[in-house]
């Protein structure tokens, strides 16, 4: 189909090279010019002086430096031959900015060509990151990057979704059910897929009889701040749910350590008048429909705690952001079992051994939970995500007998 290329602004190459990426052969995973290139843009934002003003940006940096690519490859290295499947199509959430980022280091490594529609929504972390790019790109060693990436902005209401869905082998979609399925209503070839990030549901476990010996409060709360506050718990990954296990004095005793930490964390935090309401409108209707809840103190609108007697199977179905945080108090976390299906994605963990979450998920068969990690660690990226190897859908392998 034609395409009138003035409905999109390029923010990383044009149009005239748009037109010919189904000519552009796949690259192998992992190939030294991709490595090369991620790395040099890894040094050009951690020498930016506006890169120290975005922990998400500097996250991003860390995470592109050459040594953790390579480290990153050694988990690929096979006998077999894996090259990219084409033209990649992504569509980057809105509300979380660097996420563009690391999809599109993920089509990169797995030997693409990537076209990434960024958010439209003003970010000083996306113009940062592109920024560097077109700087980078400047060199001659990474010129062939202008042919192999596209950073686009465009309207929702434009014909460009349906132009690039026409010419993608996989077409990556970030955002809610709704975002997901108004984009599935354009077709893709018949060879193409797509990988969907819809939304999901995480929450944080606490064992108490471990917290109440921490010495270090401040450190867990801001940790647990990045998860959440940092993007307002948008973030599919930001706990909205915290279980807490342990003997029920030491249950209160860290109940009471631990908030008092995070409350002195969200002095900082703007809460914008609407989330204000929105908490107010999901307590009303929490109330409704659960058995009995209880708003905890303190009565701070940047902090609200609210306090279940029971999991009850449709408790994701409560979630608000701008520091809403459901509670409850667990004898085992295998409780979790009435509760996790499939929209839950990550568990931010407290005073748990890696073996014992090992055993839980050996031992329950969730439906749910793909991640597991440390409390502070929810948005850490990886290249393996809502239980996608994206480096193994991406590409293709080519076997010889």
Known sequence: MQQNFNEMTFLFSNSEKLECVRDISPDDIFSNSSIAFLSALSSELIKSPRTKQFSDVATFAFFCRKANLLSLKKKYTEDNIRLGRGVIFHVAPSNVPVTFGYSMV??????????????????????????????????????????????????????????LSSICDVRVIWGGDDTIAQIRKFAIPARSYDITFADRYSFAAINADKFIQE?????????????????????????????????????????????????????????SPILSVDKLVSLYLQSQDCVKIIRELPTDNKLWRIKVSQLSANIDQYRCAGGYFLEYDATSLTELKTIVNRKYQTMAYYGFEKEELNQLMKEMHFNGIDRIVPIGKTTDFSLTWDGYDLINVLSRECVVL
Request: proline residues 3%; glycine residues 4%; charged residues 25%.
């Open 215 to 271: 010495q270090n409060t401040a450190k867990i709360a801001e940790n647990f701040y990045n998860d959440t506050y940092l993007f307002d718990q948008n973030a599919c990954s930001a706990p909205h749910l915290v279980i807490w296990t342990g003997g029920k004095d030491n249950i209160n005793k860290a109940k009471e350590m631990f908030w008092d930490a995070i409350q002195l964390k969200i002095e900082r935090y703007e809460l």
């Open 106 to 163: 993920a089509g990169i490594l797995s030997g693409n060509v990537n076209i990434v529609r960024v958010p439209s929504k003003s970010f000083e972390q996306v113009e940062i990151i592109y920024d560097a790019i077109c700087k980078i790109a400047d060199y001659p060693e990474f010129s062939k990057f202008t042919d192999r990436l596209f950073l686009i902005q465009y309207d929702r209401q434009s014909t460009v979704t349906d132009f």
